[in-house]
């Protein structure tokens, strides 16, 4: 069994910035990747960011060059730092590791 706990949600105006991050507890598997995924109301979930377990990184296009993910295998933490936020980042944003998912936590950003 796996946790996943998000936390670092909130309420941000346009152009300010957010630090996500994602904690992990159990058995997590050191060859599977964290993801981040994020649901915005009234539109299917989609892929944010990702990270390898040896530490490169994917990014969907819409937040390539404002959002960076990192891992702190030590506390087994990843983070997902939003920069330059835009209205359209407002989502649930989750945390996911192989068939495991965090509940999720809520991104607001106000124009």
């Known amino acids: 069994q796996v946790q996943l706990v998000e936390s670092g949600g909130g309420l941000v105006q346009t152009g300010g910035s957010l630090r996500l991050s994602c904690a992990a507890s159990?058995?997590?598997?050191?060859?599977?990747?964290m993801i981040w995924y994020r649901r915005a109301p009234g539109k299917e979930r989609e892929f944010v960011a990702t990270?390898?377990?040896?530490?490169?990184?994917y990014y969907a296009h819409s937040v390539k060059g404002r959002f960076t993910i990192s891992r702190d295998n030590a506390t087994r933490t990843v983070y997902l730092q939003m920069n330059s936020l835009k209205p359209e980042d407002t989502a649930i944003y989750y945390c996911?590791?192989?068939?495991?998912w965090g509940r999720g936590t809520q991104v607001t950003v106000s124009s």
């Open positions: 159990g058995r997590t598997l050191s060859n599977s990747n």
């Open positions: 990270i390898t377990p040896s530490g490169m990184t």
């Open positions: 996911n590791h192989d068939q495991y």
